[in-house]
């Protein structure tokens, strides 16, 4: 009898433990889904990063460029547009509407990005 109430109390225990780890686990994930909405693009090597961003609306995105090659920021559909960046300078643009706002360099038109503002 007493036998079988500790055991009880022990996968009381374990369920009570394992439910709280559970939840250790979810806000770890929380805390990563609410770094994902960063706000830096990182230009670098030839690239934008993250290639898509998305964020919600009133967010300011600021762009970047690691290279040591100049590059621009300019929306396809002619929302925003950088000067030409040289390495380390920043763009920054406040998307205020939701929608999706593709983009690209327009010295290498190879390179492009978009954010999806929710
Ligand atoms: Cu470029």
Redesign the pocket.
């Known amino acids: 009898m007493r036998r079988s109430v500790s055991i009880a109390v022990l996968t009381m225990t374990l369920v009570v433990g394992l439910g709280a780890i559970g939840i250790g686990q979810r806000s770890v994930l929380a805390s990563a889904q609410q770094k994902a909405e960063t706000t830096e693009v990182k ?1 670098d090597n ?1 690239s934008f990063g993250p290639g898509t961003l998305t964020v919600p609306a009133g967010t300011t995105v600021t762009w970047t460029n690691r ?1 040591d ?4 920021v300019v929306s396809t559909d002619g929302v925003f547009k950088s000067k030409v960046l040289d390495t380390d300078e920043k763009f920054s643009f406040t998307f205020s509407k939701t929608g999706t706002y593709p983009y690209f ?1 327009s ?2 038109p190879k ?1 492009t990005g978009k954010v999806i503002v929710q």
């Open positions: 230009i030839f290279d090659i100049p590059h621009t360099c010295i290498h390179m």
